[in-house]
Antibody
Framework: EVQLVESGGGLVEPGGSLRLSCAAS????????LNWVRQAPGKGLEWVSS????????YYADSVKGRFTISRDNAKNSLYLQMNSLRAEDTAVYYC????????????WGRGTLVTVSS | QSALTQPASVSGSPGQSITISCTGT?????????VSWYQQHPGKAPKLLIY???NRPSGVSNRFSGSKSGNTASLTISGLQAEDESDYYC??????????FGGGTKLTVL
């Protein structure tokens, strides 16, 4: 069974940093691109970042470029998101998301981890 | 990276069909056949319904179908059921290798 389990969320002050992790199981991580997608409370989905299977290709939404860094460790079956210079508008549930092999679509989602940026 | 445009809400009665539109530009929806659709119930993670404009993953009901014309993609739900009441989001690949979601549509089954 494919599972994606996020961790690392919590309360952080504006300007602070946080590192999210996603533990993957039930599939060969190195075969899939992975993404982070977030959802602010009561709002819609927002794509944050993607990383290809071998980390060769990395992309970010303009809203986080220069502040967030996505990375992965296929040997540890893990995905990460380093978030720096956090702002109130970064408050959201962050989902770890698997991309369908060979397609630009998201087939498995974690349950999400809540990041709250507030003083 | 502007969000794709979806109607905020749609509604329909059980058994009817409804269509949700998703409008982008030639840089995303119109430029690629990489539109996907997701269903999200309150407090749950989204579920993939449609990928590559028209394809359904195994296990997704054939009451869900997708199409595209120009810069607008559409999701049609036929034979509406109470359990279809949910939020729906479109997503597209873009010409900068990023992805963009629509603002979401709340479906109410009357």
């Amino acid at each position: 069974e494919v599972q994606l389990v996020e961790s690392g969320g919590g309360l952080v002050e504006p300007g602070g940093s946080l590192r999210l992790s996603c533990a993957a199981s039930g599939f060969t991580l190195s075969s899939h691109s992975l993404n982070w997608v977030r959802q602010a409370p009561g709002k819609g989905l927002e794509w944050v970042s993607s990383i290809s299977s071998s980390s060769s290709f990395i992309y970010y939404a303009d809203s986080v470029k220069g502040r967030f860094t996505i990375s992965r460790d296929n040997a540890k079956n893990s995905l990460y998101l380093q978030m720096n210079s956090l702002r109130a508008e970064d408050t959201a549930v962050y989902y770890c998301v698997r991309e369908v092999y060979g397609y630009y679509a998201f087939d498995y989602w974690g349950r999400g981890t809540l990041v709250t940026v507030s003083s | 990276q502007s969000a794709l445009t979806q109607p905020a809400s749609v509604s329909g009665s059980p058994g009817q069909s409804i269509t949700i539109s998703c409008t982008g530009t030639s840089s995303d929806v119109g430029g690629y056949n990489y539109v996907s659709w997701y269903q999200q119930h309150p407090g749950k993670a989204p579920k993939l319904l449609i990928y590559d404009v028209t394809n359904r993953p195994s296990g997704v009901s054939n009451r869900f179908s997708g199409s595209k014309s120009g810069n607008t993609a559409s999701l049609t739900i036929s034979g509406l059921q109470a359990e279809d009441e949910s939020d729906y989001y479109c997503n597209s690949y873009t010409n900068t290798n990023t992805r963009v979601f629509g603002g979401g549509t709340k479906l109410t089954v009357l």
